[in-house]
């Protein structure tokens, strides 16, 4: 009975996690929503973005669109301006998304509908005309689609979405060749449907699978009696943001100049709250229209279309990546089996013993001419290893003359440092933490992958991707710990309440701080973008009540419990001094040096970042979502990550130096640095956003990516480095 209670409380517990998700996605065939006719459709507005820019907006806060009226929908029982629950991806995203007044009810066409006058001063105008100029696209949402502008392919085959549409558009007049800017004050909804499968289309119910908005700007002249266009159909003056200037005041203030103020100029803010207004009359017009061609399930094909010619550059992304990884591979490979393997071997027959007392010296089966005195690097040897040359035994020596041609072979390379190559690291406090907090991030990695490739994440769980993510990250808190924990212990760390603490702050406390500070500029902004004070504090807690508990048991399970890995040989009481190495690797770090390793494992992925840069900076109104690709590329840049850290590693033991830990894991995300100024050339050379907040944006944020992927990276390369010294000397 008891194993049946925690069962049924484990269940209990996994509903009450993935409640807050079970709105935020669909999975086709199980939660389709029919309609029957007549039925009230809810029409939701979100946000308005731009690709020039960083900053969103709040549609509802728009000082010049219609505002909600507060009203209630008797069938949907919503509230027009009530706002909708979101999840934690949908806030950090800047979705803001809100009932409006629009009416659309299932198979009801409305040739036009006015849905208010809207008076707009001068400061309204201002901002309105900033917004055109600056390609802003508004999001609407209707049966969990975003409203998109139809376009169609090249060849004019196929037609496909854009999530979107604009708020304006931008001319120059044909007499004085000044820039004019226009309102889109109407527009057409066309929404197509689908009879639905099974009862609900026997019973005559019917599923959306497409939501289209075809924006217009009409003048506020010419109109009738409730307040909609005589001429909607035709080719119309349209609404221009432009204010006459104020020239009696302008007279007043400066009764002796011959100057006379333009129209829309305005000097100061007293200008600007002069009185004159703007009549923007808002309406629309709803279309249904049946398009059987379309399944439910692959309604969001249409989003996508436009990525599929693009599937080319990807498969020539995979085969550059395969290019690369196979010619590491292949140099691995000869490492292991000519120089490793025979090095092992050698090790074992003629070089080194395992001993309880040391480790001692075998006679060397290669023949030589005696010299008459000793190798300097043999006995250089025997003094670093405490004597490792012992008498043979007296029946052997019996069998020896003064004239043997056997001579001691000169020992050289890695196995020098058989005494030295597990000493702790300086600052190992630091590393551990981070090796712990890059586990937890490979975790999340992983998981976030698995389940795009499965389509759980996909665009209809809107903020799905950095919900999960969130949630996997704060899941694998108990990993970072338990890695750290024992990691730390290996290195001879005596407090490992603070290690557990370290480990719990450091990445996220930094990732918290920076966040913090960037959303101080974008309050003073009003943007959406912002993250609330409510929402930071919950994340506080999250990482209080969660990612805190959870890092500290993993701590204790990894330093008490699981306690150090056991190193395959022992470490020397006095450190082995480290000849002058070559000038790419001089120094500890060795920048040069691991700044070239680090342009392999960027090679083979910058052509999928390129899309992936498309996707988040420059085409806000598509969708990335060809995860396959995305995974296969991850998984040949983890194997590049290793060969190259594995060959970085081999060299440098090689060359005598046994400072091998925090460089294995600089080697291993050296490659953020390039993708760092990888992004610096994509802004100069692709983007067009401007100003001090955006500009900021970008390259923090892509500075954070960096860091994130380079801690991730570097941490598979630590793995695979410590895992390839163990066993060449195990």
């Known amino acids: 009975m008891e194993i049946d209670f925690r069962i049924r409380w484990s269940w209990c517990l996994a509903l009450f996690l993935a409640w807050p998700f079970a709105n935020g996605f669909y999975v086709p065939g199980w939660s389709i929503k029919s309609y029957k006719d007549n039925e009230a459709i809810p029409l939701f507005v979100n946000k308005v973005y731009s690709d020039n820019t960083q900053l969103q907006y709040a549609y509802y806060d728009l000082p010049f669109v219609c505002p909600p009226s507060g009203r209630r929908s008797a069938d949907t029982n919503l509230v027009s301006g009530h706002s909708i629950s979101l999840n934690l991806g949908e806030v950090l995203r800047g979705d803001r998304i809100r009932n409006s007044d629009y009416d659309l009810n299932m198979g009801q066409d409305q040739e036009c509908r006015h849905l208010c006058t809207q008076t707009v001063d001068r400061r309204g105008v201002k901002r309105a005309k900033e917004l055109v100029a600056n390609g802003y696209v508004a999001e609407w949402i209707v049966d969990n689609l975003p409203g998109a502008t139809t376009f169609v392919t090249v060849d004019k085959t196929r037609k496909y979405y854009a999530a979107g549409f604009k708020t304006g558009y931008k ?18 909804i066309v929404l197509r449907w689908r009879k639905a499968s099974g009862r609900d289309g026997e019973l005559g119910r019917k ?73 923007v009359p808002y309406t629309y017009s709803v279309y249904f229209r049946e398009d059987d061609k379309i399944e439910w399930a692959n309604r969001w094909d249409l989003y996508f279309v436009h990525q599929e ?6 498969w020539l992304a995979i085969l550059n990546s395969l290019v690369i990884s196979g010619l590491l591979t292949a140099i691995v490979a000869v490492i292991f089996a000519r120089t490793v393997r025979s090095d092992i071997k050698g090790r074992a027959n003629d070089g080194l013993e395992e001993g309880g007392a040391g480790v001692k010296l075998k006679r060397a089966r290669k023949r030589r001419p005696l010299s008459g ?16 040359l012992e008498q043979a035994d007296a029946d052997h020596d019996a069998d020896v003359s003064s004239d043997d041609d056997d001579v001691v072979e000169e020992i050289t390379g890695w196995k020098l440092l058989h005494g030295d190559v597990f000493r702790p690291p300086p600052h190992g406090d630091w590393l551990a933490p981070l090796i712990g907090s890059g586990m937890q991030l490979v975790f999340m990695a992983a998981g976030l992958l698995v389940l795009s490739c499965l389509g759980i994440l996909n665009p209809s769980f809107r903020g799905g991707f950095v919900s999960v993510g969130a949630a996997l990250f704060l899941g694998a808190g108990g990993f970072s710990g338990y890695f750290s924990g024992r990691l730390y212990r290996t290195f001879g760390g005596q407090q490992w309440r603070n290690n557990a603490l370290m480990t719990a702050v450091l990445v996220p406390g930094l990732l918290f701080t920076l966040i913090f500070i960037l959303n101080l500029f974008v309050w003073a902004q009003a943007s959406s973008t912002a993250i609330p004070f409510s929402t930071l504090v919950a994340l506080a807690a999250l990482w209080l009540f969660i990612q805190l508990p959870l890092v500290y048991g993993g701590s204790w399970l990894g330093y008490v419990r699981a306690g150090p890995w056991e190193q395959p040989t022992k470490t ?90 925090w460089r294995s894991f600089l080697v291993g995300g050296c490659s953020s640095v390039w993708v760092f100024l990888y992004s610096i050339w994509y802004f100069y050379a692709k983007l067009h956003i401007h100003g001090f907040v955006s500009s900021m944006l970008f390259f923090s944020y892509s500075l954070l990516a960096c860091a994130v992927y380079g801690l991730l990276t570097g941490t598979i390369g630590f793995v695979a480095a410590y895992a390839f010294v163990r066993r060449i000397y195990g």
Do not use: M
């Open 373 to 388: 005195r000793q190798s300097p690097r043999v006995a250089a040897f025997e003094k670093a290893t405490g004597g490792l």
């Open 572 to 661: 020397h009481v006095v450190a082995r001094a480290v000849p002058r190495q070559r000038w790419y690797y001089h120094g500890r770090c060795g920048a040069v040096g691991v700044l070239l390793a680090g342009l392999l494992p960027f090679a083979v992925v910058f052509i999928e970042l390129l899309f992936v840069f498309r996707s988040v900076w420059q085409d806000k109104s598509g969708y990335y979502y060809v995860f396959g690709f995305l995974a296969v590329v991850s998984l040949i840049l983890g194997l590049t990550v290793v060969e190259v850290t594995v060959v970085a590693t081999y060299l440098q033991l090689c060359s005598e130096d046994h400072h091998w830990w």
């Open 309 to 314: 010619n693009s599937s080319k550059i990807h």
């Open 207 to 279: 599923v959306l699978v497409g939501f289209e908005v075809y924006p217009k700007s009409i003048g506020a002249g010419d109109r009738n009696a409730e307040g909609c266009p005589n001429h909607l159909r035709d080719d119309v003056e349209g609404l221009e943001l432009s204010l006459p200037s104020n020239r009696t005041e302008g007279r007043k203030r400066y009764p002796h100049s011959s100057y006379t103020p333009k129209d829309d100029e305005a000097a100061d803010a007293d200008d600007l709250a002069d009185g004159t207004t703007l009549t």
């Open 171 to 188: 001319d120059y007049s044909p007499t004085t060749a000044r820039a004019r800017y226009f309102l889109y004050n109407h527009v057409t």
